[in-house]
Protein backbone atom coordinates (compact mmCIF):
# COMPACT_ATOMS: atom_id res chain seq x y z
CA UNK A 1 0.00 0.00 0.00
CA UNK A 2 1.47 3.20 -1.22
CA UNK A 3 1.60 5.70 1.08
CA UNK A 4 2.28 9.70 -0.21
CA UNK A 5 4.65 10.37 -2.94
CA UNK A 6 6.07 13.43 -3.68
CA UNK A 7 8.34 14.19 -7.28
CA UNK A 8 10.80 15.49 -7.34
CA UNK A 9 12.97 14.99 -3.83
CA UNK A 10 15.08 17.92 -4.95
CA UNK A 11 15.09 20.77 -7.44
CA UNK A 12 16.85 24.36 -8.33
CA UNK A 13 15.26 27.05 -10.09
CA UNK A 14 16.52 30.92 -10.81
CA UNK A 15 14.91 33.86 -9.55
CA UNK A 16 11.89 34.26 -11.49
CA UNK A 17 11.39 30.62 -13.05
CA UNK A 18 8.06 29.03 -12.51
CA UNK A 19 8.47 25.46 -10.98
CA UNK A 20 5.96 22.61 -10.80
CA UNK A 21 5.56 19.99 -7.80
CA UNK A 22 3.23 16.68 -8.04
CA UNK A 23 1.97 14.74 -4.99
CA UNK A 24 0.06 11.42 -5.44
CA UNK A 25 -2.09 10.68 -2.32
CA UNK A 26 -2.23 7.73 -0.26
CA UNK A 27 -4.29 4.59 -1.74
CA UNK A 28 -8.11 5.27 -1.12
CA UNK A 29 -7.52 8.87 -0.45
CA UNK A 30 -8.41 11.80 -2.07
CA UNK A 31 -7.83 15.44 -0.33
CA UNK A 32 -4.67 17.16 -0.44
CA UNK A 33 -2.80 19.45 1.41
CA UNK A 34 0.03 20.82 0.94
CA UNK A 35 2.33 22.70 2.92
CA UNK A 36 5.55 25.17 2.89
CA UNK A 37 8.24 24.53 5.60
CA UNK A 38 11.07 26.90 5.32
CA UNK A 39 14.75 25.87 7.20
CA UNK A 40 14.17 25.73 10.66
CA UNK A 41 10.90 26.18 10.94
CA UNK A 42 7.58 24.79 11.74
CA UNK A 43 5.28 23.56 8.13
CA UNK A 44 2.92 26.43 7.25
CA UNK A 45 -0.33 25.83 5.18
CA UNK A 46 -0.48 26.43 1.69
CA UNK A 47 -3.67 25.12 0.22
CA UNK A 48 -6.30 21.75 0.57
CA UNK A 49 -7.89 20.19 -2.89
CA UNK A 50 -10.90 18.10 -2.77
CA UNK A 51 -12.71 17.33 -5.49
CA UNK A 52 -10.67 18.59 -7.62
CA UNK A 53 -11.28 22.26 -6.06
CA UNK A 54 -9.65 24.36 -3.66
CA UNK A 55 -11.37 24.10 -0.51
CA UNK A 56 -8.85 26.57 2.23
CA UNK A 57 -6.20 28.42 1.69
CA UNK A 58 -3.25 29.81 3.74
CA UNK A 59 -1.64 32.75 3.93
CA UNK A 60 0.00 32.90 0.45
CA UNK A 61 0.19 35.04 -2.36
CA UNK A 62 -1.70 34.29 -5.93
CA UNK A 63 1.12 33.07 -7.03
CA UNK A 64 1.07 30.00 -5.39
CA UNK A 65 -1.64 27.49 -7.32
CA UNK A 66 -2.47 24.13 -7.51
CA UNK A 67 -4.56 22.00 -9.18
CA UNK A 68 -6.48 18.49 -8.81
CA UNK A 69 -7.03 15.45 -10.68
CA UNK A 70 -9.69 13.37 -11.32
CA UNK A 71 -6.96 10.64 -9.99
CA UNK A 72 -7.01 12.58 -6.84
CA UNK A 73 -3.32 13.45 -7.77
CA UNK A 74 -2.43 17.05 -7.14
CA UNK A 75 0.29 19.23 -8.53
CA UNK A 76 1.46 22.90 -6.97
CA UNK A 77 2.55 25.47 -9.26
CA UNK A 78 5.15 28.67 -7.96
CA UNK A 79 5.71 31.71 -10.37
CA UNK A 80 7.77 34.58 -10.62
CA UNK A 81 10.32 32.69 -8.18
CA UNK A 82 11.45 34.21 -4.99
CA UNK A 83 15.06 33.55 -2.98
CA UNK A 84 12.60 33.13 0.44
CA UNK A 85 10.32 30.36 -1.85
CA UNK A 86 13.24 28.35 -1.08
CA UNK A 87 12.08 25.44 1.59
CA UNK A 88 10.41 21.78 1.57
CA UNK A 89 6.94 21.67 0.01
CA UNK A 90 5.38 18.39 2.15
CA UNK A 91 1.88 17.53 0.59
CA UNK A 92 -0.30 15.68 3.00
CA UNK A 93 -3.64 13.44 2.17
CA UNK A 94 -6.55 12.43 3.70
CA UNK A 95 -9.82 10.90 3.28
CA UNK A 96 -12.08 13.74 3.12
CA UNK A 97 -11.23 17.03 4.71
CA UNK A 98 -12.18 15.95 8.33
CA UNK A 99 -9.69 12.73 8.50
CA UNK A 100 -6.19 12.50 9.96
CA UNK A 101 -2.77 13.75 7.30
CA UNK A 102 -0.68 11.47 5.98
CA UNK A 103 2.43 13.10 4.78
CA UNK A 104 5.38 12.73 2.25
CA UNK A 105 8.36 13.51 2.04
CA UNK A 106 8.57 16.55 0.75
CA UNK A 107 10.28 18.25 -2.22
CA UNK A 108 13.52 20.29 -1.25
CA UNK A 109 13.33 23.45 -3.31
CA UNK A 110 16.06 25.95 -3.69
CA UNK A 111 15.86 29.14 -5.41
CA UNK A 112 18.87 30.87 -6.72
CA UNK B 1 -6.09 33.10 14.60
CA UNK B 2 -4.06 29.84 16.39
CA UNK B 3 -0.64 30.50 17.49
CA UNK B 4 1.57 27.64 18.49
CA UNK B 5 4.66 28.16 20.77
CA UNK B 6 7.76 25.87 21.43
CA UNK B 7 10.00 27.58 23.51
CA UNK B 8 12.95 25.07 23.29
CA UNK B 9 14.60 25.15 19.90
CA UNK B 10 17.04 22.01 20.83
CA UNK B 11 16.96 19.87 23.56
CA UNK B 12 19.41 16.62 24.38
CA UNK B 13 18.64 13.66 26.79
CA UNK B 14 20.75 9.91 27.52
CA UNK B 15 19.43 7.27 26.31
CA UNK B 16 16.75 5.04 28.62
CA UNK B 17 15.94 8.33 30.38
CA UNK B 18 13.07 10.78 30.35
CA UNK B 19 12.36 14.17 28.42
CA UNK B 20 9.78 16.65 28.31
CA UNK B 21 9.28 18.72 25.40
CA UNK B 22 6.57 22.09 25.85
CA UNK B 23 4.22 23.87 24.06
CA UNK B 24 1.72 26.38 24.61
CA UNK B 25 -1.04 27.57 22.45
CA UNK B 26 -3.30 30.40 22.08
CA UNK B 27 -6.60 29.75 20.51
CA UNK B 28 -10.66 31.44 21.06
CA UNK B 29 -12.17 27.79 20.08
CA UNK B 30 -13.25 25.68 22.98
CA UNK B 31 -12.89 22.18 20.93
CA UNK B 32 -10.61 21.42 18.91
CA UNK B 33 -7.12 18.84 18.50
CA UNK B 34 -3.66 18.99 19.59
CA UNK B 35 -1.09 16.52 17.90
CA UNK B 36 2.86 16.00 18.28
CA UNK B 37 4.40 15.37 15.03
CA UNK B 38 7.97 13.69 14.67
CA UNK B 39 9.72 14.88 11.69
CA UNK B 40 13.46 12.19 11.25
CA UNK B 41 16.19 13.43 8.58
CA UNK B 42 14.06 11.39 5.85
CA UNK B 43 12.22 14.41 6.25
CA UNK B 44 8.25 13.02 6.76
CA UNK B 45 6.27 13.88 9.30
CA UNK B 46 5.10 11.23 11.35
CA UNK B 47 1.99 11.26 13.85
CA UNK B 48 3.40 10.89 17.34
CA UNK B 49 0.23 10.91 19.48
CA UNK B 50 -3.06 13.37 19.10
CA UNK B 51 -5.45 14.92 22.26
CA UNK B 52 -9.16 15.65 21.85
CA UNK B 53 -9.39 19.01 24.04
CA UNK B 54 -12.75 17.68 25.08
CA UNK B 55 -11.14 14.68 26.58
CA UNK B 56 -9.70 15.30 30.16
CA UNK B 57 -7.86 12.16 29.79
CA UNK B 58 -4.19 12.75 29.13
CA UNK B 59 -3.68 10.65 25.74
CA UNK B 60 -0.42 8.11 25.80
CA UNK B 61 0.79 6.05 23.13
CA UNK B 62 3.27 3.00 24.38
CA UNK B 63 6.60 5.58 25.47
CA UNK B 64 4.85 8.95 24.76
CA UNK B 65 2.65 10.44 26.74
CA UNK B 66 1.39 14.30 27.12
CA UNK B 67 0.13 16.73 29.62
CA UNK B 68 -2.33 18.84 28.29
CA UNK B 69 -3.68 21.78 30.58
CA UNK B 70 -6.73 23.41 28.72
CA UNK B 71 -7.02 26.45 30.57
CA UNK B 72 -3.34 27.42 30.72
CA UNK B 73 -3.59 26.32 26.95
CA UNK B 74 -0.24 23.69 27.41
CA UNK B 75 0.61 20.62 25.86
CA UNK B 76 3.66 19.38 26.67
CA UNK B 77 5.44 15.97 24.85
CA UNK B 78 6.76 13.24 27.90
CA UNK B 79 9.41 10.54 26.03
CA UNK B 80 9.93 7.75 28.60
CA UNK B 81 13.08 5.39 27.99
CA UNK B 82 14.60 7.41 25.24
CA UNK B 83 16.05 5.87 21.88
CA UNK B 84 18.36 6.60 19.46
CA UNK B 85 15.50 6.35 17.12
CA UNK B 86 13.54 8.83 18.64
CA UNK B 87 16.19 11.68 17.82
CA UNK B 88 14.18 14.14 15.37
CA UNK B 89 12.42 17.30 15.24
CA UNK B 90 9.59 16.93 17.26
CA UNK B 91 6.10 19.62 15.91
CA UNK B 92 3.19 20.72 18.05
CA UNK B 93 0.54 21.22 16.01
CA UNK B 94 -3.43 22.40 16.57
CA UNK B 95 -6.16 21.85 14.50
CA UNK B 96 -9.90 23.55 15.15
CA UNK B 97 -12.54 20.82 15.41
CA UNK B 98 -13.00 18.50 12.54
CA UNK B 99 -15.90 20.35 10.96
CA UNK B 100 -13.72 22.76 10.35
CA UNK B 101 -11.55 20.58 7.76
CA UNK B 102 -8.11 19.45 9.15
CA UNK B 103 -5.67 22.14 8.66
CA UNK B 104 -2.85 22.11 10.71
CA UNK B 105 -1.13 25.06 12.52
CA UNK B 106 2.14 24.17 13.76
CA UNK B 107 4.95 25.43 15.98
CA UNK B 108 8.57 26.36 15.16
CA UNK B 109 9.74 23.30 16.39
CA UNK B 110 12.11 21.49 19.43
CA UNK B 111 15.38 19.45 17.71
CA UNK B 112 15.87 16.21 20.17
CA UNK B 113 19.15 14.73 20.31
CA UNK B 114 19.36 11.24 22.47
CA UNK B 115 23.02 10.26 23.27
CA UNK B 116 24.30 7.04 23.87
Known amino acids: DAGVTQSPTHLIKTRGQQVTLRCSPKSGHDTVSWYQQALGQGPQFIFQ???????QRGNFPDRFSGHQFPNYSSELNVNALLLGDSALYLCASSLGRHSPLHFGNGTRLTVT | AQTVTQSQPEMSVQEAETVTLSCTYDTSENNYYLFWYKQPPSRQMILVIRQEAYKQQNATENRFSVNFQKAAKSFSLKISDSQLGDTAMYFC?????????????FGGGTRLMVKP
Open chain 2, 93 to 105: AFMKHENAGNMLT
Open chain 1, 49 to 55: YYEEEER
